[in-house]
């Protein structure tokens, strides 16, 4: 192993509006060998205007911050020519916001309430340029990009598809052909990767992929098969958390 002591210490900045979070931080950061809390502000304004004249290796950024967001100071310090590594800070999960921050260039992410050796390890993982993320926001991050792959008509149909509905079924309700519905069903298996319309419809309730479908346009099975649906007409249709596992993922 390498001697901690013979190396420069990692920088850190801890960002967060409530002083006790920062005091725990720092507190539990300030002892470690290895690492150097050089500061510790309460806003995304305060942690720009400190990198104006300090070096900061790794920052922790509080997710949920009044005026100034954590992820709007997230995508300004990612504007800086050499920005700090980031590690979202939240207390709240699931939170879509998390994943958001993520795919917006934060490189970890942890829980206000992690271990000593949880944030230690974490801090360290994204300083040697691996990213520190629970399975649940990997997993969940996979499934947008696999959700971003279908058009909004394909969710359309995906969601009939779920609710067990026949081509013929779905084409009624969107008024469209059943033979377009069919051509509609064939890409979303070949996009999806799956054997047939029944996985397809699996594959999209167990990930979620149907939760970023607008409501509003997803009509119900009964009044489908009741003829219910008129030109223009449409009901809203009805309406999920993880173990909180680490995973250190190298960078892309």
Same mark, same amino acid.
């Given at each position: 192993m390498h001697d901690?002591?013979?190396? =420069? @210490?990692? %920088?850190? &900045?801890?960002?967060?509006?409530?002083?006790?979070?920062? +005091?725990? !931080?720092?507190? *539990?950061?300030?002892?470690?060998?290895?690492? #150097? *809390?050089?500061?510790? *502000?309460?806003?995304?304004? #305060? =942690?720009? +205007?400190?990198?104006?004249?300090?070096?900061?290796? *790794? $920052? $922790? &950024?509080? $997710?949920?911050?009044?005026?100034?967001s954590g992820i709007e100071t &997230?995508? =300004?310090?990612? %504007?800086?020519?050499?920005?700090?590594?980031?590690?979202?800070?939240?207390? !709240? #999960?699931?939170?879509? #916001?998390? /994943?958001? +921050?993520?795919? +917006?260039? =934060?490189?970890?992410? $942890?829980?206000?309430?992690?271990? /000593? @050796?949880e944030i230690v390890e974490a801090v360290y993982a994204v300083h040697s340029g691996s990213r520190y993320l629970p399975e649940w926001v990997v997993a969940r991050i996979s499934e947008r990009k696999l959700r971003s792959t279908l058009t909004p008509r394909e969710l359309e149909i995906l969601e009939l598809v779920s609710k067990g509905l026949t081509n013929k079924e779905i084409g009624r309700a969107i008024q469209v052909s059943h033979f377009t519905v069919r051509n509609h069903v064939r890409h979303i298996i070949a996009k999806l990767e799956v054997g047939d319309r029944t996985e397809a419809a699996t594959v999209a309730i167990q990930q979620g992929m149907l939760m970023a479908y607008d409501p509003v346009r997803s009509m119900c099975r009964d009044i489908v098969l009741s003829g219910g649906v008129g030109k223009n007409r449409f009901v809203p249709g009805g309406r999920r958390a993880s173990a909180h596992v680490r995973s250190v993922l190298p960078m892309q």
């Open positions: 901690l002591t013979q190396r =420069a @210490s990692i %920088k850190l &900045l801890i960002v967060d509006d409530h002083a006790v979070v920062r +005091a725990g !931080f720092s507190s *539990v950061l300030g002892t470690q060998v290895g690492l #150097e *809390v050089v500061g510790s *502000v309460r806003s995304g304004e #305060e =942690a720009l +205007a400190f990198l104006q004249g300090s070096l900061v290796d *790794v $920052l $922790l &950024l509080d $997710l949920h911050m009044p005026a100034m &997230l995508l =300004a310090l990612k %504007k800086r020519p050499r920005p700090p590594q980031i590690i979202i800070l939240s207390s !709240f #999960e699931p939170d879509e #916001e998390i /994943c958001r +921050a993520v795919e +917006a260039g =934060a490189d970890g992410y $942890l829980r206000k309430d992690s271990s /000593c @050796s």
